[in-house]
């Protein structure tokens, strides 16, 4: 073992090598830059998606402001066509419906009816309880549903 006290900050340690470059290092390393911004471009590429929701405010205002209104036994619903291809939803859902449990219940529902419906049209929907959220059946939001998605489809 080396005695620490005699060494000098310029003495070089013995028994270490020094790494030279070669030639082609130069060229590992390009080419791992262009990988790296190949890999860049397809994670931003990943990043941009389409929204499954509507969260806007303004958003949410266009689709009120010239939507279509469809009445139901469960809900109520505002929609507008999109050019997107798949449906974006928007809840309005107030404290007076029902507490917390039965709104989040109502959303999953809806939401659940959306991925098995959402490649035959694309829309913008803002949904409105009918009444209290207790009085809400699975069956008659399924149906409503239904009904309002064939009412999309023919509507051009």
């Known amino acids: ?25 130069d060229e590992e390393r390009q080419k791992n830059d262009q990988c790296q911004k190949e890999k860049g471009k397809k994670e931003i590429d990943s990043l941009i998606r389409i929204e499954r929701t509507l969260k806007k405010g303004h958003q949410f205002r ?8 469809f009445r139901g036994v469960s809900f109520r619903a505002v929609y507008i066509k999109n050019t997107l291809g798949n449906i974006r939803l928007g809840f309005s859902l107030s404290a007076k419906s029902g507490n917390a449990v039965k709104r989040n219940l109502m959303r999953r529902r809806i939401k659940q009816l959306t991925g098995i419906n959402s490649k035959r049209v694309g829309a913008d929907i803002v949904i409105l309880p009918a009444g209290k959220l207790r009085d809400t059946r699975w069956i008659d ?15 051009t």
């Not at 266009?62 to 209104?69: D, H, P, Y």
């Open 1 to 25: 073992m080396i005695n620490e006290k005699n060494l000098s900050a310029k003495q070089p340690v013995k028994g270490k090598k020094t790494w030279i470059p070669e030639k082609n290092v």
């Open 62 to 69: 266009r689709v009120l402001r010239k939507g279509i209104a």
């Open 141 to 155: 939001i399924r149906e409503d549903f239904e009904k309002m998605m064939s009412i999309i489809e023919n509507d």
